[in-house]
Every structure is written in structure tokens, then in C-alpha cells.
């Protein structure tokens, strides 16, 4: 006779069997194909990971499963989602998931008791663990959607925050990129000058990143949500730097405005006056920049009437001051005046580890402009670019990243194409270190009658070093030079490859 007991989901025998042997089948199959899986009971405690998984561990500060399993997933799975899951009981099938173990596709989805009803759990799958390639455009996109969302956030709080028409400074020290000693030290030097009120001097060659630094002072600074007003001196010519700086009176001359016009001093009111390249400041401007500055007080072309002022000064130049001031073609009270928290922004050329990630923020921002897919350079592209002098610094490697790209019928760039554009822009070309300079000691891998898997373990761990070498020790930007994961570097440093 047919057994037709129904089971608590009201199912016959037979069917739930197969119900029961579909689930274990889908769970092995999960478990199989995908990158990784981990499972966390109603808690949110994790209680099993996979074999998969277990790659992804050092990387998330972990050297083994038991010291892993057991922690809450949000205190050791930075950014997840699986909180939710377990509070909503709503699955995330197809999600983003960043972290310092890389970029994830992943899937979380919640298990309930036999009745269906009560969340008991819930499963994260790892689908892709190195998205940048596999769904690059999908990437791109999502990119380009996330970049457009903040700069629509950050323009409605700079009009909540200014009143109608005021300029304000258009970066912060997340814009200076780099993590090289170099870098970091003109950071914290820039930090403790926002804290004052003192002049800034910024010193450093054309195209080092000066300006950028001046927005990022004010941004910080107790005078953020004040002007931020510029002046490029180099840019105006002699004849008008005085209106330009203090401003001409009503009929100060034959044509001027009836109504006058503000100078750059008055505009800068409660905020930052920034004085680019002062080094090219006519001496006779000098005397009345120096008075101005002591006095707190500008006085209008054309006009006998002294007005107040209160702006914070920085000014910048790619010209050695000192020198000028030995030679007579700056004043030297000026100078000091100027020179009270000096800061030299250094060249690229002294922060080549650096180049790497501002390649790649580079790229980001021509995306952005061109509504394409950010360009991809190869290991030996990123190579003989960090290996260049760079004498006109961040200025002028986005003008040969631009032109590479340009020139290319594909986003993938080698070598080859920079070492072109290189050449036919006059740029003396050095030549990358080859990987066996990273190496200690004698080239024992050259032996070619070693086993072959001593050989490969030898190549790999120089190559490792030369990409953490040239990137200053970022990981992440070691990992895109070498062409793997950010967890795959993580698990090759922690445990390298025996010889």
C-alpha cells in the first residue's frame, strides 16, 4: 500500500526524501565549485568553512580554520552583509564584498528550521574571488554609478555647508595618493600646518602635486567652510597683479567699473588665499604683498581707503627662494614672512613605489571622463614606468598614460606602447630592473638541471619581491602588478613556496 504520511512540510515520504537528498546534492555542489563557503549559525557565530575558504584566512589575519571558526562574522569578515541576512531573513544573491582579503562576488542566503519558518543560520559563497577580470564590465559600471553617487553627495553638502557663489577647495589629502615614506611625511607635515593659522610655504618641483596639497590644508583646517581663492602668478601678467590681488575702486580709472571690483584678498575673506608660483612675483609687488600681509589691511587700486582683511596664506613655488633672495630678485623680509612652516613636496622620482597606485587612479579618473572601462596595464608596462625619472612628476606621467591610451585599439596596455610614446616624446628611457636583482645571492635557479618545481619556486618568490619592492610594500597595488588576487599574495608571503 502507498505511503501517503505526510511529513511537517506536508510533503509524502518519498518526495521528501528526494527534497532532503536535492538539499545535500546543491550543498555539495556549492561547496565544490565555488571559491569558498563558510556557515554561521542564528548568532551570527561562524561554526564551518570549507577547504575553498581556508586561502582567503591569512589574508584576513588568520593562520589557521580553529583559530577562525568560533568568532562573530562581522568582527572578523570586514564589510559583511550577513548580519542582515540573519536579521531579515532576505537573501543577498548576487553582492559586492571589499575588504583587505580583495574584491568578492558573493552570495549569502539564510537557512530555516524544518518548518520553514525560523532563521537558523545562513550560508556566504564566495562566486568570484577576482572579479576585476571575470566581470570587468559589470565592474566598470558599478564603478562608474558609485563614483557619480558621491561626487552628487559631496556637491549637496558643499551647498549646504557655503553660501551662494563661494568657491571652495575641490580636494583632500585622500586626493595626494601614495604610501611611500616620502608621501606619508608630506602628509603629516601638511596635517600640522591645517591646525594653524601660520603661512604655508610649499616647495617642490612643477607638477609634484603643490596645488592639490594647498585645497587639502584648507579642506582641513578650522577655515574649511570659508573660500578657498587661487591666484597663479606666473599666469597674470605684471600690469595687473595688483588689481587682481586688492582690487580696484569704483572709477579707479578710464573704463573700469562703476561699481569696482574685489580683489582676490577680499574674495578670500574668512578663508585661504592660495598664491601659486610667488616666486615669479614682480619686486615692486612684493613690498605692498609684504604690507598687506603684516598689516592685515589692502588698499584698492585707486582708491585712499584701507579695508580689513582675514585670509590664511599659503603660497607655493617650483623656484628656489633662497637663492632669489642671495641674487636681489626677492625680498628677503618677504621671504621670511613666507617661510614660517615650509613644507618640500617631493618628486616622483623620490617616490617611485607611489607610481603604481597613481597609475591606477589615473586610469579611474579617464574612466570617468570617457564613460569607458578603466585601462589595464601590464606587469612590464607598470615596470618600466616606475622605473622612469619623471621630471615633470604626476603632470607629466598622466600626459604619457593618456597618450598610450589614445593611442592604443585596446584598454590593455604593454610595454611596448609606452616605450613609444616615451621615445617620440624626448624622454630619456631607463630600462626596469630585471627580476634576478631582487634575488640574494647567487642566481642558483639559472641551473637548469634543478628540479623543475625549485626553479619555479625560486622565480616566484623573486618575482613577489620585486613587485613589493618597486610598490614600496603595497599589497594591493604588488598583487595587480603581479596579475593575482590580493588573498593569493596574502597566502604567497605567509607561506611561501619551499624549494
Known sequence: MENTDNTPHGLPLDAQSILELAARSMFQLFSSISQGMFLVDRTGRIVWVNDGYKRFLPALGFSSVDQFVGHMVEEVIPNTQMRRVLETGEPFLIDLLTNRAGTFVVSRIPLRDESGGDVIGAIGIVLFDHPETTLQPLISKFALLHRDLDDARRELASQRLQAPGQRQSKYTFASFVGTSPAAVEVKRQARRAAQTSSPVLLLGETGTGKELLAHAIHATSSRARGPFISVNIAAVPD????????????????????????????????????????????????????????????????????????????????????????????????????????????????????????????????????????????????????????????????????????????????????????????????????????????????????????QVAQVERRAIAAAMAATGGNKLAASRLLGISRAKLYERLDNPVQE
Open 239 to 454: 600690469t595687473l597683479l595688483e588689481a587682481e590681488f586688492f582690487g580696484v575702486a569704483p572709477g579707479a580709472y578710464t573704463g573700469a567699473d562703476r561699481k569696482g571690483r574685489d580683489g582676490k584678498f577680499k574674495l578670500a575673506d574668512g578663508g585661504t588665499l592660495f598664491l601659486d608660483e610667488i616666486g615669479d612675483m614682480p619686486q615692486a609687488l612684493q613690498a605692498k604683498l609684504l604690507r598687506a600681509l603684516q598689516e592685515g589691511e589692502i588698499e584698492p587700486l585707486g582708491s585712499n581707503k584701507l579695508i580689513p582683511f582675514d585670509a590664511r596664506l599659503i603660497a607655493a613655488t617650483s623656484r628656489d627662494l633662497g637663492a632669489l633672495v642671495r641674487e636681489g630678485k626677492f625680498r628677503e623680509d618677504l621671504f621670511y614672512r613666507l617661510n614660517v612652516l615650509p613644507i618640500k613636496v617631493p618628486p616622483l622620482r623620490e617616490r617611485r613605489s607611489d607610481i603604481p597606485a597613481l597609475l591606477e587612479v589615473l586610469g579611474e579618473e579617464m574612466a570617468l571622463r570617457s564613460g569607458d572601462r578603466q585601462p589595464e596595464l601590464a606587469p612590464d608596462a607598470l615596470a618600466l614606468l616606475s622605473a622612469q625619472t619623471w621630471r615633470g612628476n604626476i603632470r607629466e606621467l598622466r600626459n604619457v598614460l593618456e597618450q598610450a591610451v589614445m593611442r592604443s585599439d585596446s584598454l590593455n596596455i604593454g610595454r611596448a606602447q609606452f616605450e613609444e610614446v616615451l621615445k617620440e616624446a624626448g624622454i630619456e628611457r631607463i630600462a626596469p630592473l630585471p627580476l634576478a636583482e631582487f634575488g640574494n645571492g647567487a642566481d642558483s635557479a639559472s641551473d637548469p638541471l634543478r628540479p623543475l618545481a625549485e
